[in-house]
Protein backbone atom coordinates (compact mmCIF):
# COMPACT_ATOMS: atom_id res chain seq x y z
CA UNK A 1 0.00 0.00 0.00
CA UNK A 2 1.60 3.06 -0.84
CA UNK A 3 1.52 6.05 1.81
CA UNK A 4 -0.47 8.64 1.87
CA UNK A 5 2.40 11.21 1.11
CA UNK A 6 4.62 11.54 -1.53
CA UNK A 7 7.68 9.82 -0.67
CA UNK A 8 10.41 12.73 -0.24
CA UNK A 9 14.57 11.93 -0.46
CA UNK A 10 16.37 14.01 1.38
CA UNK A 11 18.37 16.60 -0.35
CA UNK A 12 21.51 18.57 0.27
CA UNK A 13 19.91 22.30 1.59
CA UNK A 14 21.55 25.33 0.32
CA UNK A 15 21.63 28.81 2.37
CA UNK A 16 24.20 31.19 -0.10
CA UNK A 17 24.85 33.93 1.87
CA UNK A 18 27.71 36.95 1.58
CA UNK A 19 28.03 40.16 4.10
CA UNK A 20 30.39 42.93 3.90
CA UNK A 21 31.69 45.70 5.83
CA UNK A 22 33.68 48.72 4.91
CA UNK A 23 34.93 51.49 7.46
CA UNK A 24 36.50 54.39 7.61
CA UNK A 25 37.99 57.47 10.34
CA UNK A 26 39.21 60.62 9.24
CA UNK A 27 40.52 62.74 12.22
CA UNK A 28 39.28 66.51 11.76
CA UNK A 29 41.00 68.34 14.42
CA UNK A 30 42.95 66.35 17.46
CA UNK A 31 40.38 66.43 19.56
CA UNK A 32 37.78 64.78 16.39
CA UNK A 33 37.66 62.01 14.66
CA UNK A 34 34.68 60.98 12.56
CA UNK A 35 34.15 57.29 11.64
CA UNK A 36 31.79 56.15 9.33
CA UNK A 37 30.75 52.55 8.15
CA UNK A 38 28.65 50.98 5.83
CA UNK A 39 27.39 47.48 6.06
CA UNK A 40 25.62 45.26 3.54
CA UNK A 41 24.29 41.20 3.86
CA UNK A 42 22.85 39.25 1.39
CA UNK A 43 20.90 36.04 2.17
CA UNK A 44 19.27 34.06 -0.49
CA UNK A 45 16.00 31.35 0.10
CA UNK A 46 16.94 27.81 1.47
CA UNK A 47 16.48 25.14 -1.51
CA UNK A 48 18.17 22.27 -2.44
CA UNK A 49 21.05 21.40 -5.01
CA UNK A 50 18.25 21.16 -7.46
CA UNK A 51 16.47 24.21 -7.02
CA UNK A 52 13.84 22.70 -4.88
CA UNK A 53 12.47 23.82 -1.49
CA UNK A 54 9.10 23.34 0.55
CA UNK A 55 6.52 25.54 2.09
CA UNK A 56 3.79 24.35 4.01
CA UNK A 57 0.39 25.36 3.36
CA UNK A 58 -2.82 25.93 5.34
CA UNK A 59 -6.24 25.47 4.46
CA UNK A 60 -9.75 27.63 5.09
CA UNK A 61 -9.54 26.67 9.05
CA UNK A 62 -6.29 27.42 9.88
CA UNK A 63 -5.22 23.68 9.93
CA UNK A 64 -1.74 22.46 8.00
CA UNK A 65 -2.40 20.94 4.97
CA UNK A 66 -0.05 17.54 4.90
CA UNK A 67 1.41 17.31 1.87
CA UNK A 68 3.96 20.04 1.50
CA UNK A 69 4.03 22.28 -1.88
CA UNK A 70 7.52 21.28 -3.55
CA UNK A 71 8.51 23.86 -6.34
CA UNK A 72 11.24 26.25 -7.37
CA UNK A 73 10.42 29.00 -4.37
CA UNK A 74 8.64 28.62 -1.15
CA UNK A 75 6.78 31.57 -2.15
CA UNK A 76 3.12 31.04 -3.20
CA UNK A 77 2.77 34.09 -4.87
CA UNK A 78 4.48 37.07 -5.83
CA UNK A 79 3.11 40.02 -4.15
CA UNK A 80 5.01 42.12 -6.75
CA UNK A 81 2.77 40.74 -9.55
CA UNK A 82 -0.89 40.97 -7.84
Not at 53 to 76: R, W
Amino acid sequence: MDPPYPEIQPGIPLHPQAAWYFQDEIKLRPNLTVRLGLRDEMATKVNEKNGNSSNYLFDANGVMVTEPLIGKSPLIRNNEDA
